[in-house]
């Protein structure tokens, strides 16, 4: 099993282009989940997809979109990407969020997107 | 906004010596977990400790849970210079319809050999 996998690694944008990030997962999970990471700070949530064709915002949304056509995939697009949209990006995805054995609850995450908008 | 702090925000140790990070948060949890990331890495889980628990141990690691104080301890005995990393608790707790994981901004451990 690849797990989870994210394309590309490393990205360079101008301000306002836009681009979209593949999340792949190989595990049949349902959840799946986008974050941003910003230098000496943990993960915040941008969205999330609780299963085949459904998404829904987290904690920092704004600017981005998601779409989740594939149970096994889940895509982020920026439409107009800005300097404040530099940051690294991960994806995770969830077996469940119910359940009571511990690997319900784990989340499984890719290698990360590194983003720079000049 | 963060649920879970960590403290301290960098601890460096040398091998063999114990390394104790702390997590506090604000909310009630169904369970906490804690992730490992290496540098240019994405995460990996380590260990979760539901919230009906206290302690639980995994090999090197010992976790605690305080639900009274809501707060948590990662206990990582006998370091190795490969523990370095940054170690981040997450929060595991309802927002609206679905559980989402909340992260704390982490704990920079270095294990100097």
């Known amino acids: 099993n690849a797990g989870v996998t994210q394309t590309p690694k490393f990205r360079v944008l101008k301000t306002g282009q836009s681009m979209t990030l593949l999340c792949a997962q190989d595990m049949n999970h349902e959840y799946m989940y986008w974050y941003r990471q910003d230098p000496g700070m943990g993960l915040r949530l941008i969205h999330y997809?609780?299963?085949?064709?459904?998404?829904a915002k987290g904690e920092v949304p704004d600017g981005y979109n998601v779409s989740r056509l594939k149970k096994q995939n889940f895509l982020l697009g920026l439409e107009s990407a800005a300097p404040s949209q530099t940051s690294v990006y991960f994806c995770?995805?969830?077996?469940?969020?119910?359940?009571?054995?511990?690997?319900?609850?784990?989340?499984?995450f890719g290698p990360g997107t590194r983003l720079t908008v000049l | 906004s963060q649920q879970g702090e960590e403290d301290p925000q960098a601890l460096s140790i040398q091998e063999g010596e114990n390394a104790t990070m702390n997590c506090s948060y604000k909310t009630s949890i169904n369970n906490l977990q804690w992730y490992r990331q290496n540098s240019g890495r994405g995460l990996v889980h380590l260990i979760l400790?539901?919230?009906?628990?206290r302690e639980k141990h995994s090999g090197r690691l010992r976790v605690t849970l305080d639900t009274s104080k809501k707060s948590s301890s990662l206990l990582i005995t006998a370091s190795r210079a490969a523990d370095t990393a940054s170690y981040f608790c997450?929060?595991?707790?309802?927002?609206?319809?679905?559980?989402?994981?909340?992260f704390g901004s982490g704990t920079q451990l270095t294990v100097l050999p």
């Open positions: 995770a995805s969830r077996l469940t969020t119910w359940g009571g054995r511990s690997s319900y609850n784990e989340q499984f």
């Open positions: 997450a929060t595991d707790a309802l927002s609206g319809s679905a559980r989402q994981l909340t």
């Open positions: 997809s609780v299963g085949e064709g459904t998404t």
């Open positions: 400790i539901r919230s009906n628990e």
